[in-house]
């Protein structure tokens, strides 16, 4: 039967309802929703609140008429109201009223006031059957709706990506009710998983529901549970919109305080441990089943086996008999995916930090701790000031008559040993290259790049400028894609529209330093709606200076089209100038440089293959050419050395060669040149340019020993398809190769 589609008027917030709203009513019921009476509830609803009615009060009017007590249609309301449905008669009935009083939630937070009367609600309904309602309705909150609404506007975003207004009224309300059901971890997963949920984008709206998200992050806050502050540590890594990381910082805060501990501290101590026994597994027996979850580089891993014997599938008897522990080891299964990948993040982070660890606590928070040490055992730590790795249940120096006071037993960690990262700047490069070969050695995939880690030292250019750097100015970069991954590295952008308004730079604070760095960037284009959005925001922006001034220096401004930065000062103020660089630490000049470069590498629309034209009329066509192909950035000419080694160890190693900025690919039709920085191809003899769009799930090599090179990726994955060309199939790159 073919899916029917809900006209939206009469339950979207916006738009006509009026004379309108009996016939809407009338087409939806005859289009087959559930409820005719839900229908006209949720029309006087929208009515109401349509007029203007947002108060307390008038959610309660509409909470009276509404039966049930949600919209249907999303797939996690759905799952919601039959888990209403399934309870008894007397256990059904006070839930009503429970959620007409969770839509009376429309201040910022709740008040000591509403949640005491909160409780009462909760106490009728019984915590345990509210726990085990959310935690089951909550995860679908990402799934697609199970009734899509017709669109009415696409000025306003697909209301099927959105959450239902009235659903997301009551939703904060349910969350803020969540911690006074007690602690528990599935709720918890289950209201962390909400956060993610609601902060995915929607073109043309951004994130979804960030009140929703809000509420999610409040309601970890006040639970007392170690896999809701789990969910805060890793949402703190994770979180790029802004309003929800304040209330994330915030939250941590709270927790800190409560805790009585610092919120750097609450960080380490809320990677969750899941149960695992020993660094990186977990055993169960059930029955006659062993069951292993396994955490390293590869990700986390479930296997069953039975008399020692390895098992392809899960077995019957444990879906039986212990369905709730195979629902629980899934989920620990995945939250330690997402701990890792939170913790790997903030480790990176802290590469420009020069942080220092007591023995002690990094060996109880890092080293032997059963999910944190996957990740720790995997890189390089300095220990009383002699770098060393972990292998074999031994902290091994690079040399072991060089240890000094590490002996190469790995003995020598004291409860008052200093423990930092270690970082290649500075270090001779005979030992940098002598890490990577151990690594390499030892086949240790690092979680990031620390021994491949990218160096940039000052240049004789930017000593002449002094003040500031324009190693990376003059390049075009696609504006929404620079700003999501200025959040990822801890700067603060806005994106600019096309409006006669002014902008501070990208700027990142580094508080342990004292200093702010300053990205100049400016819009591109001047044409509504070729060179910006539908809501006006620039599609592109063009890079200038880099900068760094005192962290409390007043921020620089432009017009959000350019004409230049000027420090807008108090009347009477002077001038605060930008720092020497030569002034500015090595670490922070090199770990700045290296966000910037990520910027440049990812986001420059030289990096785009079907920007062969220059763009909107081939405005950027020099620029384009000039980065697809030119010389390469330090992140690049990394790339290249890491290829050198690798490139042996590879089936197609006798087809490849690296010239200079190139991979070059013998294939049996042509011969190839992949450029290093941007991934682009020309064909040889005439440098004739071969246009390859990578799929949407992007393109995969053979493993790297470290995280994050999607340029890399591409590149391996590129040379694997033209090195058998004869075997390409995809007509646009065979029309191409025929030319």
Request: glycine share 8%; charged share 25%.
């Amino acid at each position: 039967m073919e899916k029917q589609v809900a006209p939206i008027a009469f339950l979207s917030p916006y738009g006509g309802y009026g004379q309108k709203t009996p016939k809407l009513i009338e087409e939806a019921y005859e289009a087959g929703l559930p409820c005719k009476n839900h229908l006209l509830a949720a029309a006087r609803r929208a009515t109401q609140i349509n007029a203007g009615y947002t108060d307390a009060a008038a959610y309660k009017w509409a909470a009276d008429i509404l039966t049930p007590e949600l919209n249907p249609g999303e797939a996690w309301s759905d799952a919601f109201l039959a888990r209403l449905d399934a309870l008894p008669a007397a256990e059904r009935q006070p839930w009503p009223a429970l959620v007409a009083y969770a839509r009376t939630a429309i201040a910022g937070k709740p008040s000591a006031k509403w949640l005491k009367e909160g409780q009462k609600h909760l106490d009728a309904v019984g915590a345990e059957t509210f726990r085990r309602v959310l935690s089951e309705a909550l995860p679908l909150l990402s799934r697609p709706r199970t009734f899509p609404l017709r669109e009415d506007s696409h000025y306003t975003g697909n209301p099927n990506l959105l959450i239902d207004e009235f659903n997301a009224q009551s939703l904060k309300g349910l969350l803020w009710l969540a911690p006074l059901a007690g602690a528990d971890a599935a709720l918890a997963r289950a209201v962390a998983g909400v956060v993610d949920s609601a902060l995915k984008k929607v073109a043309g709206v951004g994130p979804r529901a960030p009140k929703v998200a809000n509420a999610a992050v409040y309601a970890l806050s006040q639970m007392e549970s170690d896999a809701a502050l789990s969910a805060l540590a890793r949402l703190s890594s994770t979180v790029t919109f802004k309003g929800t990381l304040k209330e994330v910082q915030k939250g941590l805060n709270a927790v800190a305080e409560r805790l009585n501990t610092s919120p750097e501290d609450l960080l380490e101590l809320g990677v969750p441990t899941l149960g695992m026994g020993s660094v990186g597994e977990r055993l169960e027996q059930w029955g006659d089943v062993e069951v292993r979850l396994t955490v390293d580089a590869s990700g986390a891993k479930l296997t069953f086996s039975k008399g020692g014997k390895p098992l392809k599938s899960v077995p019957a008897s444990v879906k039986k008999d212990f369905a709730d522990d195979l629902k629980e080891l899934k989920a620990a299964q995945k939250e330690a995916e997402k701990a890792v990948a939170a913790l790997s993040q903030r480790l990176d982070s802290l590469m420009i930090s020069g942080k220092t660890w007591r023995g002690d606590v990094w060996q109880e928070r890092y080293l032997n701790h059963s999910l944190a040490g996957t990740v720790a055992r995997r890189l390089i730590w300095r220990i009383d000031g002699v770098p060393a790795l972990w292998h074999e249940g031994h902290l091994l120096p690079l040399s072991p008559c060089g240890g000094g006071a590490l002996r190469s037993n790995g003995e020598g960690v004291v409860p008052d040993s200093e423990i930092s990262l270690w970082h290649p700047l500075g270090e001779p490069v005979d030992d940098v290259l002598a890490w990577r070969d151990r690594l390499e050695e030892l086949n240790i995939r690092q979680p990031f790049k620390q021994a491949w880690r990218e160096v940039y030292l000052l240049t004789d250019a930017e000593r002449r400028t002094e003040t500031y750097s324009n190693r990376f100015a003059g390049h075009v970069l696609k504006q929404h894609q620079f700003n999501q991954l200025a959040a990822l590295r801890g700067w603060r952008n806005r994106l600019r529209l096309m409006v006669d308004d002014s902008y501070p730079p990208a700027t990142r604070d580094l508080p342990e330093y004292g200093l702010r760095a300053e990205y100049w960037i400016e819009g591109v284009g001047d044409s509504y709606g070729t060179d910006t959005t539908e809501s006006g925001s620039y599609l592109r922006v063009r890079t200038d200076q880099l900068r760094f001034y005192p962290i409390d220096a007043p921020e620089n401004s432009a017009h959000a089209g350019g004409g230049g930065y000027e420090m807008w000062l108090p009347n009477g103020a002077a001038p605060v100038n930008p720092l020497p660089l030569e002034q500015v630490p090595p670490l922070v000049l090199s770990e700045i440089m290296r966000d910037v470069d990520l910027f440049v590498g990812v986001a420059s629309v030289g990096n785009d293959p079907t920007w062969q034209d220059g763009g909107p009329q081939g405005r950027f066509r020099d620029y384009w050419q000039g980065y697809s192909f030119g010389e390469l950035s330090e992140t690049a000419k990394t790339r290249a050395e890491y290829l050198a080694r690798l490139i042996p160890r590879l089936k197609i190693k006798d087809r490849l060669t690296l010239d200079g900025r190139f991979l070059k690919v013998r294939g049996d039709r042509r011969t190839y040149k992949i450029h290093l920085g941007s991934s682009n191809i020309l064909m040889e003899p005439n440098d004739q340019y071969l246009c390859i769009i990578p799929d949407s799930k992007g393109a995969s090599g053979p493993d790297m020993n470290f995280d994050g090179d999607r340029v890399l990726s591409l590149i391996l994955s590129k040379a694997f398809l033209l090195a058998a060309d004869t075997e390409i199939t995809d007509p646009v790159i065979l029309g191409q190769l025929r030319r």
